[in-house]
Antibody, heavy 120, light 109 residues
Framework: EVQLVESGGGLVQPGRSLRLSCAAS????????MHWVRQAPGKGLEWVSG????????DYADSVKGRFTISRDNAKNSLYLQMNSLRAEDTALYYC?????????????WGQGSLVTVSS | QSALTQPRSVSGSPGQSVTISCTGT?????????VSWYQQHPGKAPKLMIY???KRPSGVPDRFSGSKSGNTASLTISGLQAEDESDYYC?????????FGGGTKVTVL
C-alpha cells in the first residue's frame, strides 16, 4: 500500500526557514516523480513544486521560485522541501504527492499533509 | 501562472449526470494531454479520479469520465450518487509547472 507521511511543519516567524520531509513506502520510490502541493485554510489547491524520478527535471510555481528548494533522496525513499524567507501567505497544509509516472505531470497518491503556519 | 477556471458549484439529483468544466489556455490545457481531476472530501487528502485527460485509475468507478476540447477539459459524473458530493479540482501541466483550477463544489440534491 502506498504511504506518504509528511513531517517538519509548525509555527515559524516571517523570514525564517523550515524544511519539510516526506517518507514514502509501498512503491518503488525511485521510479516516480514527486510533487509538493499546498492548500491554505479554506482555499483551493496550489501546486508548489515537482521533481522527476532522477532529479534531472525540477520545477517551481512562481510564488515560491527562489525561496523554496525541492530535493529527493532515492536511497532513503524521501522527498524534501526547503522553505526559506517564509511569508504569511505561505501558511498552508503542505501535501506530498507521488506522480503517475517519471515526470512531474500528474499528482497521483497524496499524504495527509503537514501544516505550516507563518506568523509573528 | 493564473489558475484554471472552474465553475464554483454544480448540482444534480441522484442518478443524473453533471459536468464540470476546466478552462485554460493553449499553453496548459490545450497544449498537453496531462490533465487530471481530483476529488476532495472535507478534511481529507485529494484523490485522483482522472489523469491524462480521460484515464481512470484502478478503483475509480466508471461513472467518472474525462474529456478535452481545445482549451477546455471536462469531468462528467454519470449516475450521480450521494457520496459524489465533494469538491473537485482540475490540474494541468503547463510546460514548466502545473496549474490547478479553483475547485468546484458538487452538491447532490
Amino acid at each position: 500500500e502506498v504511504q506518504l507521511v509528511e513531517s517538519g511543519g509548525g509555527l515559524v516567524q516571517p523570514g525564517r526557514s523550515l524544511r519539510l520531509s516526506c517518507a514514502a513506502s509501498g512503491f518503488s520510490f525511485d521510479d516516480y516523480a514527486m510533487h509538493w502541493v499546498r492548500q491554505a485554510p479554506g482555499k483551493g489547491l496550489e501546486w508548489v513544486s515537482g521533481i522527476s524520478w532522477n532529479s534531472d527535471s525540477i520545477d517551481y510555481a512562481d510564488s515560491v521560485k527562489g525561496r523554496f528548494t525541492i530535493s529527493r533522496d532515492n536511497a532513503k525513499n524521501s522527498l524534501y522541501l526547503q522553505m526559506n524567507s517564509l511569508r504569511a501567505e505561505d501558511t498552508a497544509l503542505y501535501y506530498c504527492a507521488k506522480d503517475v509516472g517519471r515526470r512531474a505531470y500528474s499528482p497521483d497518491r497524496w499524504g495527509q499533509g503537514s501544516l505550516v503556519t507563518v506568523s509573528s | 501562472q493564473s489558475a484554471l477556471t472552474q465553475p464554483r458549484s454544480v448540482s444534480g439529483s441522484p442518478g443524473q449526470s453533471v459536468t464540470i468544466s476546466c478552462t485554460g489556455t493553449s499553453s496548459d490545457v490545450g497544449g498537453y494531454k496531462f490533465v487530471s481531476w481530483y476529488q476532495q472530501h472535507p478534511g481529507k487528502a485529494p484523490k485522483l479520479m482522472i489523469y491524462d485527460v480521460s484515464k481512470r485509475p484502478s478503483g475509480v468507478p466508471d461513472r467518472f469520465s474525462g474529456s478535452k476540447s481545445g482549451n477546455t477539459a471536462s469531468l462528467t459524473i454519470s449516475g450521480l450518487q450521494a457520496e459524489d458530493e465533494s469538491d473537485y479540482y482540475c490540474c494541468s501541466y503547463a510546460g514548466s509547472y502545473n496549474l490547478f483550477g479553483g475547485g468546484t463544489k458538487v452538491t447532490v440534491l
